[in-house]
């Protein structure tokens, strides 16, 4: 126990050194200077509530008791593959003619969300031969041969490249 008071002690000691530091140093005065701050004072003595707009009220009770699922308008942009049939009323879309977010194809799932559904970072890497630009788009995940028209492709690199272009430049 006496160890934990020491540690404790020192610690708080520490703490403060550091902010004491901080507070000299002179930066928090250009970060203040650069923060506004509002106290928000009473103006009157009217007692104002929370207001949560009828039609949230509307939406809230038709869904169940739970907030609908946000949709994205649809209306002005083109047409994709996913939606290209939905028409106001169907299946995935509202009476405005907007669709749900979810599953939307406006809604495209990031790298990020993808390393970390196949493993997370170091064990999934994203392929980017989906982003190879070639004439045909069924190329992109063609092997890359190692002998071409009888020829060896490694014939063709030149290990002093960089050297050349360092004389060119």
Known sequence: QGVSDVKNAACDKLLASRV???LSSGKVNNVANRLQVFHPTKRDNVDR????????????????????????????????????????????????????????????????????????????????????????????????PQIMDGKNIADYIDPEIDTKLAQLE
């Open 49 to 144: 509530d929370v207001c949560i707009p009828e039609s949230v009220k509307e939406a809230i009770e038709a869904n169940g008791g739970v907030l609908p699922k946000p949709t994205k308008s649809k209306i002005g942009y083109a047409p994709s593959i996913d939606n290209k049939n939905k028409k106001k009323g169907e299946q995935g879309a509202n009476m405005d003619g907007d669709v749900e977010m979810e599953g939307d194809s406006l809604t495209k799932k990031t790298a990020r969300d993808l390393m970390w559904e196949n493993g997370g970072p170091g064990v999934w890497a994203p392929d980017y031969r989906e982003q190879y630009d070639l004439l045909d788009a069924n190329w992109r995940f063609d092997a890359i």
């Open 20 to 22: 004491d530091s901080r």
